[in-house]
């Protein structure tokens, strides 16, 4: 039976999408919209200077060649439902092929250094008189305009000038925490796929692109928009508070250490009948039934108590059968998953298919994470238009340049030969 | 306030209802920042983020919530109770003329609503309707109950996040949840982007959808090489301070300034790298011996002792001077160092006034304008998201909200009586 028409057709059908990006927060960006149908290129260069970081990032898949450029399992994550061509943009024969791929494109995303586009003698202003429609996504690290327009970046000096790195963390005097990750890698990428999107509504009805120039540090800053207005009320500079809660009389609200390697499990109690069930299923040790964390307020203001008596009461606790013990009773309380956990021990996301196996041409099938909303009517895939995971160093070159640019075999190895791709 | 910014109208004439809980705020503050008529259908008691602190005055009445204007910028606010029998012909009315509904709250909370929704849909075959749920629609924990701190801790990010272990590798300071609403920060951001997929989509088919967006897997995407290494290399990342998790221990990035604070300077181990930061010891006349023989002995003969000790010297250098001049000098070098800033102290940096990142948005309660940070993009001169307005009063736009979706006043009368709005 033929299928309805919506069922062929995704988001981004007809959007093809040069991806010169890097690293992992453009990467971020154009993996979204791969995974929502447009065509994404990946555009890449080989040499030692001009190869993406990210190929030589562990973890690696096991075996093989290991001068290989294609088996970084991070890549492979980031990079999944992507055409991949190489393309000498130091050369001026390269940097045609790149005007001629952009005036068969919908949009640019990029995320060199600042000034690097203008060294290739590419910036917005070149490349608009090519495509007048072109929209082109620029991620700096602290923004292309501005005072800082030529500073360098990657997602951790943005979430130090921002102020996540500060704002994570257990009070002073202890040093901050930071955050453990690129949190604004993965975050600008969001909203670079967000800028794409909505300057494509834009297009549909103006028919105009438009450049945008992304900042990871301004991402970050969303996050801190609270604390950034509280700063200005009060006069004092912002602070950080661990894992307590700041908004409401939450307590106790923290991880607490359970039984077994850096166990923990993480309680949140919200109101007065939370927290009798907690102490229910810690059996009610002489401690709860103090009247100093009888009431919320009273349980915040011996915050530092309740916390200390809540470690030595999980201490020997398993994680999980807490978790649901306290969850049965309707208290929000979680096992602090690590990646095993989340693969061996998650029920929900191996109930939501939140792994996806996609094969990849040289390490073979491995599983991908996933998009995390399912849609009853919309195809979305995170292996993208060619249902795979990352491309390999320039795997799609006969592809692209003859079915995008038209050129034939004979020209295809000239342009090999010469160095140009 | 300026609205004429790039993206401003990308969703202009798109309007959107959100109902629910805090969980879909963040979605929905995006999308009124690209021009969309955000109605916040909120019960006669308000949203319960108009009781989260801070507040701005000590009443702590729904008006004053900072943590609600911020969350809330640039919507309306119409007080209608979307439980109440009465309330459907509002909803039906609404709904004729919507574009998106965003629900978001418990899962058996948000199905109840679905079947509404879905007749709303019958009515109106463009209506996008998108859920924000801790777990989705189905699955085992569905019904899990959940705040932000839990959503950190059963997705990974606590996990990756915290202070160094001991020497023997155990932890005695807790996983640490960086900062409160992260977990919504994510899940709105891939709603916006689910959402307006959706709307790309539509342009194509004239369809609406329904969007089933987890929470709980929005956080797990988030954790960059965790999943990777595990997936890859059976391997589990450790949480150190100010810096990545990783399998095995590196060497630190936050380091003390002479002013008391702190700066993110990274170790790369490259000749470049080295060289700068042998000119910036030599320019602040800081005593070293990294040019000495024995030191180039060193780095052949123990890269790792050598590597401790340059990290050492790095230390000596960063203490010498104060938190923003080593920001300006290691970036003047090339270097992809930051001060670990306030997130208030970037308001009145001369870079982020000139992209317009903050927006001064009026509190008459205060009886002064306080700076949001709104933009996280430019068309290469000026912000390219801004809002409208500020957050909305509670009810402040009923009537004329539901006037406009043709409610007469003889309704309104009764709607008023029955209270349902």
Same mark, same amino acid.
């Given at each position: 039976m033929a299928q309805p028409e919506s069922a062929r057709r995704r988001p981004l059908e007809g959007v093809r999408v040069i991806d010169l990006t890097r690293i992992v927060a453009g990467p971020n960006a154009t993996r979204l919209l791969a995974t929502m149908g447009a065509e994404v290129i990946r555009t890449e260069w080989h040499d030692d200077r001009a190869i993406?970081?990210?190929?030589?990032?562990?973890?690696?898949?096991?075996?093989?060649?290991?001068?290989?450029?294609?088996?970084?399992?991070?890549?492979?994550?980031?990079?999944?439902?992507?055409?991949?061509?190489?393309?000498?943009?130091?050369?001026?024969?390269?940097?045609?092929?790149?005007?001629?791929?952009?005036?068969?494109?919908?949009?640019?995303?990029?995320?060199?250094?600042?000034?690097?586009?203008?060294?290739?003698?590419?910036?917005?202003?070149?490349?608009?008189?090519?495509?007048?429609?072109?929209?082109?996504?620029?991620?700096?690290?602290?923004?292309?305009?501005?005072?800082?327009?030529?500073?360098?970046?990657?997602?951790?000096? +943005?979430?130090?000038?921002?102020?996540?790195? #500060?704002?994570?963390?257990?009070?002073?005097?202890?040093?901050?925490?930071?955050?453990g990750y690129s949190y604004l890698d993965h975050s600008t990428g969001y909203y670079g796929a967000i800028l794409v999107l909505a300057a494509l509504l834009q297009r549909r009805r103006t028919g105009r692109g438009c450049y945008l120039d992304l900042s990871q540090t301004e991402a970050g800053l969303m996050v801190s928009g609270t604390a950034t207005l509280e700063a200005q009320l009060t006069g004092q500079p912002t602070d950080r508070h661990g894992n307590r809660m700041q908004s409401a009389d939450w307590a106790p609200h923290g991880a607490y250490p359970c039984r077994g390697i850096d166990g923990w499990i993480a309680i949140a109690i919200q109101d007065d009948s939370q927290w009798a069930s907690l102490v229910t299923e810690l059996n009610a040790p002489d401690w709860a039934?103090?009247?100093?964390? +009888?009431?919320?307020?009273?349980?915040?203001?011996?915050?530092?108590?309740?916390?200390?008596?809540?470690?030595?009461?999980?201490?020997?606790?398993?994680?999980?059968?807490?978790? #649901?013990?306290?969850?049965?009773?309707?208290?929000?309380? +979680?096992?602090?998953?690590? +990646?095993?956990?989340?693969?061996?021990?998650?029920?929900?996301?191996?109930?939501?298919?939140?792994?996806?196996?996609?094969?990849?041409?040289?390490?073979?099938?491995?599983?991908?994470?996933?998009?995390?909303a399912k849609f009853e009517k919309i195809p979305v895939d995170v292996g993208g238009l060619p249902h795979r995971g990352a491309p390999m160093m320039g795997e799609d070159n006969d592809r692209v340049y003859r079915e995008v640019l038209g050129l034939t075999a004979e020209e295809i190895a000239a342009l090999r030969e010469d160095w140009v791709i | 306030m300026n609205n004429e910014a790039a993206l401003s109208s990308a969703l202009a004439g798109t309007v959107i209802l959100e109902c629910g809980d805090e969980r879909g705020e963040f979605a929905g503050m995006l999308l009124a920042s690209l021009g969309a008529d955000?109605?916040?259908?909120?019960?006669?008691?308000?949203? &319960?983020?108009?009781?989260?602190?801070?507040?701005?005055?000590?009443?702590?009445?729904?008006?004053?919530?900072?943590?609600?204007?911020?969350? &809330?910028?640039?919507?309306?606010?119409?007080?209608?109770?979307?439980?109440?029998?009465?309330?459907?012909?509002?909803?039906?009315?609404?709904?004729?003329?919507?574009?998106?509904?965003?629900?978001?709250?418990?899962?058996?909370?948000?199905?109840?609503?679905?079947?509404?929704?879905?007749?709303?849909?019958?009515?109106?075959?463009?209506?996008i309707v998108c859920a924000i749920t801790p777990f989705g629609l189905d699955g085992p924990y569905r019904d899990l109950k959940m705040t932000n701190l839990t959503q950190l801790a059963l997705g990974g990010v606590m996990a990756v996040c915290g202070y160094?272990?001991?020497?023997?590798?155990?932890? !005695?300071?807790?996983?640490?949840?960086?900062?409160?609403?992260?977990?919504?920060?994510?899940?709105?951001?891939?709603?916006?982007?689910?959402?307006?997929?959706?709307? &790309?989509?539509?342009?194509?088919?004239?369809?609406?959808?329904?969007?089933?967006?987890?929470?709980?897997?929005? =956080?797990?995407?988030?954790?960059?090489?965790?999943?990777?290494?595990?997936?890859?290399?059976? @391997?589990?990342?450790?949480?150190?301070?100010?810096?990545?998790a990783a399998e095995s221990r590196t060497r630190p990035w936050l380091r003390r300034t002479k002013d008391g604070r702190y700066v993110k300077a990274f170790l790369f181990w490259g000749g470049r790298d080295f060289r700068v930061i042998t000119e910036m010891l030599n320019e602040a006349g800081?005593?070293? !011996?990294?040019?000495?023989?024995?030191?180039?002995?060193?780095?052949?003969?123990?890269?790792?002792?050598?590597?401790?000790?340059?990290?050492?010297?790095?230390?000596?250098?960063?203490?010498?001077?104060?938190?923003?001049?080593?920001?300006?000098? @290691?970036?003047?070098?090339?270097?992809?160092?930051?001060?670990?800033?306030?997130?208030?102290?970037?308001?009145?940096?001369?870079?982020?006034?000139?992209?317009?990142?903050?927006?001064?948005?009026?509190?008459?309660?205060?009886?002064?304008?306080?700076?949001?940070?709104?933009? =996280?993009?430019?068309?290469?001169?000026?912000r390219a998201t801004a809002f409208t307005r500020g957050a909305p009063r509670l009810g402040e736009h009923t009537r004329e909200v539901l006037s406009r979706a043709g409610l007469t006043d003889a309704e309104l009368r009764e709607l008023t009586a029955k209270q349902a709005i």
């Open positions: 993406d970081l990210l190929r030589g990032v562990r973890p690696y898949a096991p075996g093989g060649d290991p001068e290989s450029v294609n088996r970084s399992g991070l890549f492979n994550n980031i990079n999944a439902g992507k055409y991949g061509i190489t393309l000498n943009m130091n050369l001026p024969q390269g940097r045609d092929l790149f005007k001629r791929l952009i005036e068969k494109s919908s949009v640019l995303c990029e995320n060199y250094s600042p000034n690097q586009m203008e060294r290739w003698e590419l910036g917005y202003d070149v490349l608009r008189k090519i495509n007048p429609s072109l929209i082109y996504v620029q991620i700096t690290g602290m923004g292309k305009s501005g005072t800082y327009n030529g500073y360098l970046s990657v997602g951790p000096t +943005a979430q130090a000038l921002s102020g996540l790195t #500060h704002m994570s963390g257990l009070a002073e005097p202890m040093a901050p925490a930071g955050w039934q103090h009247p100093r964390f +009888a009431k919320a307020i009273d349980r915040k203001t011996n915050e530092d108590d309740l916390d200390r008596l809540m470690a030595e009461a999980t201490k020997n606790l398993d994680r999980y059968d807490l978790m #649901h013990r306290l969850q049965n009773r309707g208290v929000p309380a +979680a096992a602090v998953q690590k +990646a095993d956990d989340r693969c061996e021990r998650d029920p929900q996301l191996k109930a939501r298919d939140y792994l996806q196996p996609l094969p990849h041409s040289e390490i073979g099938t491995w599983p991908i994470e996933g998009f995390p | 955000v109605i916040k259908l909120e019960g006669r008691n308000g949203s &319960n983020s108009r009781r989260f602190g801070p507040f701005t005055t000590p009443e702590r009445g729904p008006e004053h919530s900072l943590c609600f204007s911020r969350y &809330n910028l640039g919507k309306k606010s119409l007080s209608l109770e979307i439980d109440h029998p009465s309330a459907r012909i509002a909803l039906s009315r609404l709904a004729n003329r919507a574009d998106v509904i965003i629900d978001s709250g418990e899962a058996a909370d948000v199905e109840r609503r679905l079947s509404l929704y879905r007749e709303l849909q019958q009515a109106n075959p463009r209506l160094d272990p001991r020497a023997d590798g155990t932890y !005695d300071t807790p996983p640490i949840a960086p900062e409160m609403w992260q977990a919504y920060h994510i899940a709105g951001e891939y709603a916006v982007i689910a959402i307006t997929a959706a709307l &790309n989509f539509r342009e194509l088919t004239g369809e609406g959808d329904l969007i089933d967006l987890s929470i709980h897997e929005a =956080v797990s995407t988030c954790t960059e090489v965790a999943m990777p290494t595990y997936i890859y290399n059976g @391997a589990v990342v450790h949480r150190q301070t100010g810096r990545h800081i005593e070293h !011996d990294l040019e000495s023989d024995e030191y180039r002995e060193l780095r052949k003969s123990s890269p790792s002792q050598a590597q401790a000790h340059f990290s050492d010297t790095i230390d000596k250098l960063v203490a010498s001077m104060k938190a923003e001049e080593v920001f300006h000098r @290691a970036q003047a070098k090339g270097l992809l160092w930051a001060s670990v800033r306030y997130p208030e102290e970037n308001i009145d940096d001369p870079h982020f006034q000139a992209r317009g990142t903050f927006q001064a948005i009026n509190h008459p309660e205060l009886g002064r304008d306080l700076d949001y940070p709104v933009s =996280v993009a430019t068309d290469g001169k000026d």
